[in-house]
């Protein structure tokens, strides 16, 4: 049957040619915006998928101008104490002519005075936007390194940079806080000198931090470098045994078990007999115990932020040279240690700004497939399209036509 009132034909071909229209337009869209997935319409999975690492890309970028400042900062500080050993290995030259007895000791020590302020000067000036590593006045600081997602979701990674005080200042005493012997006797090696001895442990405590809790970085706000009562990071806890030293350098966020700790440690790194003396630690506390028949000298102090260098301004050759020469090998040793410490962590996070930006060129490519147009592909289609665009107008105006027939049917 032919009806006047419907032609299903013409529905037909004008369907059709909507839905060729449709993908025309969509694929001009695709060429236009060179995206295949410009919006959340068009694949909300994909697109969803997309946005997540493209915010990513702009994190890493983030992270990888924070590492960037971070390897200039460290430049400077590893600069710096590559210089101050230069300066230090130029007087220990000079230390060591000075212990011939034919040499004017007083023209050497005049050299050494004035490297002496060639390493003040250069360890003041070693900061980068005002961050100086070298002088004492940081104790270490982190360096944005890494974005890392899971499932349970965002958290951001961080390369610590421990700082090295180079500085030539002594440091003050502290009057209280930084721990105290108890149980020490007088009888041993010296009157008046506290000592352990067999069957009489002795027992370090007694710490006490500027914060309950921890010990605050020494640029906190809430710090104060003149309150000589309590602790804060970057100083310096000595205990004597005997003849070894342990020293440990409190770090930010320290505890009490962190000192003693770091003091057991230091102690068995430096030679400390574990047969001759029991270190036991104890909620805070360091008890000694001297497992010998000889008294051993005991002694503790702190002192705020003692430079590594703060035994350079009294060096005397013309008095001492002998004395002169030991503190200096010391004193290079700890510049050396400096400028490998920064050498190291330097080389970490140049490895690491490589890693990052290789991973925000993967994060490019892999958002790169999900959502944008293969050209080559869009072409072909765009070709084919228009080609069955025409046939559909085409087929369009023969169905309209058809009703004209009916014409024939009433002559």
Same mark, same amino acid.
Do not use: H
């Given at each position: 049957?032919?009806?006047?009132?419907?032609?299903?034909?013409?529905?037909?071909?004008?369907?059709?040619?909507?839905?060729?229209?449709?993908?025309?337009?969509?694929?001009?869209?695709?060429?236009?915006?060179?995206?295949?997935?410009?919006?959340?319409?068009?694949?909300?999975?994909?697109?969803?998928?997309?946005?997540?690492?493209?915010?990513?890309?702009?994190?890493?970028?983030?992270?990888?101008?924070?590492?960037?400042?971070?390897?200039?900062?460290?430049?400077?500080?590893?600069?710096?104490?590559?210089?101050?050993?230069?300066?230090?290995?130029?007087?220990?030259?000079?230390?060591?002519?000075?212990?011939?007895?034919?040499?004017?000791?007083?023209?050497?020590?005049?050299?050494?005075?004035?490297?002496?302020?060639?390493?003040?000067?250069?360890?003041?000036?070693?900061?980068?936007?005002?961050?100086?590593?070298?002088?004492?006045?940081?104790?270490?600081?982190?360096?944005?390194?890494?974005?890392?997602?899971?499932?349970?979701?965002?958290?951001?990674?961080?390369?610590?940079?421990?700082?090295?005080?180079?500085?030539?200042?002594?440091?003050?005493?502290?009057?209280?806080?930084?721990?105290?012997?108890?149980?020490?006797?007088?009888?041993?090696?010296?009157?008046?000198?506290?000592?352990?001895?067999?069957? $009489?442990?002795? +027992? #370090?405590?007694?710490? !006490?931090? =500027? @914060?309950?809790?921890?010990?605050?970085?020494?640029?906190? *706000? &809430?710090?104060?470098?003149?309150?000589?009562?309590?602790?804060?990071?970057?100083?310096?806890?000595?205990?004597?045994?005997?003849?070894?030293?342990?020293?440990?350098?409190?770090?930010?966020?320290?505890?009490?078990?962190?000192?003693?700790?770091?003091?057991?440690?230091?102690?068995?790194?430096?030679?400390?007999?574990? $047969?001759?003396? +029991? #270190?036991?630690?104890? !909620?805070? =506390? @360091?008890?000694?115990?001297?497992?010998?028949?000889?008294? *051993? &000298?005991?002694?503790?102090?702190?002192?705020?932020?003692?430079?590594?260098?703060?035994?350079?301004?009294?060096?005397?050759?013309?008095?001492?040279?002998?004395?002169?020469?030991?503190?200096?090998?010391?004193?290079?040793?700890?510049?050396?240690?400096?400028?490998?410490?920064?050498?190291?962590?330097?080389?970490?996070?140049?490895?690491?700004?490589?890693?990052?930006?290789?991973?925000?060129?993967?994060?490019?490519?892999?958002?790169?497939?999900?959502?944008?147009?293969?050209?080559?592909?869009?072409?072909?289609?765009?070709?084919?399209?228009?080609?069955?665009?025409?046939?559909?107008?085409?087929?369009?105006?023969?169905?309209?036509?058809?009703?004209?027939?009916?014409?024939?049917?009433?002559?």
């Amino acid at each position: 049957m032919t009806s006047i009132l419907t032609n299903t034909s013409a529905m037909v071909a004008l369907q059709t040619l909507k839905g060729i229209n449709a993908n025309l337009n969509k694929t001009q869209s695709d060429i236009s915006t060179g995206k295949n997935v410009a919006s959340a319409k068009d694949n909300a999975a994909v697109w969803a998928i997309s946005k997540v690492m493209d915010s990513d890309v702009e994190g890493f970028k983030g992270i990888s101008d924070s590492l960037s400042v971070g390897s200039a900062t460290l430049t400077v500080a590893r600069q710096a104490s590559e210089s101050v050993t230069k300066l230090l290995t130029e007087m220990k030259g000079k230390i060591v002519a000075a212990q011939a007895e034919n040499v004017d000791r007083t023209k050497i020590q005049t050299d050494i005075t004035a490297l002496t302020k060639q390493i003040e000067s250069v360890v003041g000036a070693a900061q980068f936007n005002g961050l100086n590593l070298v002088d004492g006045s940081q104790s270490s600081v982190n360096v944005l390194s890494s974005l890392d997602r899971s499932q349970g979701g965002v958290t951001s990674s961080n390369i610590t940079v421990d700082a090295q005080n180079l500085s030539t200042s002594a440091g003050a005493a502290l009057t209280a806080g930084g721990g105290t012997l108890t149980d020490t006797t007088n009888v041993g090696p010296a009157p008046g000198i506290p000592s352990v001895v067999t069957g $009489t442990p002795v +027992t #370090l405590d007694g710490f !006490a931090f =500027q @914060l309950s809790g921890g010990a605050l970085a020494s640029n906190d *706000a &809430a710090a104060d470098p003149d309150d000589l009562t309590g602790l804060i990071a970057g100083d310096a806890i000595t205990l004597n045994i005997g003849s070894v030293q342990g020293r440990y350098v409190v770090q930010q966020g320290d505890t009490a078990d962190a000192l003693v700790a770091g003091l057991k440690s230091s102690l068995t790194a430096n030679g400390l007999s574990d $047969t001759d003396f +029991t #270190l036991t630690l104890n !909620a805070g =506390q @360091l008890e000694v115990a001297n497992n010998t028949n000889q008294a *051993a &000298a005991i002694s503790a102090s702190a002192t705020r932020g003692t430079g590594g260098l703060a035994g350079l301004n009294t060096i005397d050759v013309v008095n001492d040279p002998a004395t002169a020469l030991q503190d200096i090998e010391g004193m290079l040793q700890t510049s050396i240690d400096a400028a490998a410490s920064f050498g190291s962590v330097q080389k970490r996070i140049d490895i690491q700004s490589e890693f990052v930006g290789q991973l925000t060129d993967a994060l490019k490519t892999g958002i790169g497939v999900m959502v944008d147009t293969d050209m080559e592909e869009a072409s072909a289609r765009l070709q084919a399209l228009q080609v069955q665009q025409q046939l559909a107008t085409q087929a369009l105006s023969i169905a309209n036509q058809q009703p004209q027939g009916l014409l024939s049917l009433f002559r």
